[in-house]
């Protein structure tokens, strides 16, 4: 299977996605399936706990500005306190200026503003792969990067 630009993926990853909105889903899964990452898909921030403490960390996550029960920073700090967080990037329609600072003064990865831009999530989960990759992984994890982060959500 080659990717968006013509090359054949060198890893296959867990990307989790938290957003309430189906439509922000399925555009994401359906890019998602272009490449080798493993999409999956979450409406909260306790499906995610729940989906993270079942299944391991994921190397991407990809979560809505504002949730039902919470918003992406809590998430975030969760995520970051473990052995081998995963890369973090926020989605948002208000995906100005200020929004974009914050997730990287906290340590965020990147912003993805939407409507979603096919080649604009395909860079930024691609670059955050990449770099969660080098930091974390072995050879072990490259082969079989999902849910290779460790650690669970309390």
Known sequence: M???AGVAPRFSIAVLGVSPIPADQRVLRSICASSKWNWNGVA???RAR????RRGLPAVIICERDLP???WKLLF???QALAHPPKFVVSSRLADEYLWVEVLNLGGHDVLAIPFSDREVFHVVRSAAE???GRWGTNLQRQKAYGAG?????
């Open 2 to 4: 080659l990717d968006q």
């Open 44 to 46: 909260t921030l306790e």
């Open 50 to 53: 729940l989906w993270m403490t």
């Open 69 to 71: 029960d919470g918003n």
């Open 77 to 79: 700090q969760e995520t």
């Open 131 to 133: 770099s969660w990759l």
């Open 150 to 154: 460790g650690g669970a959500i309390h």
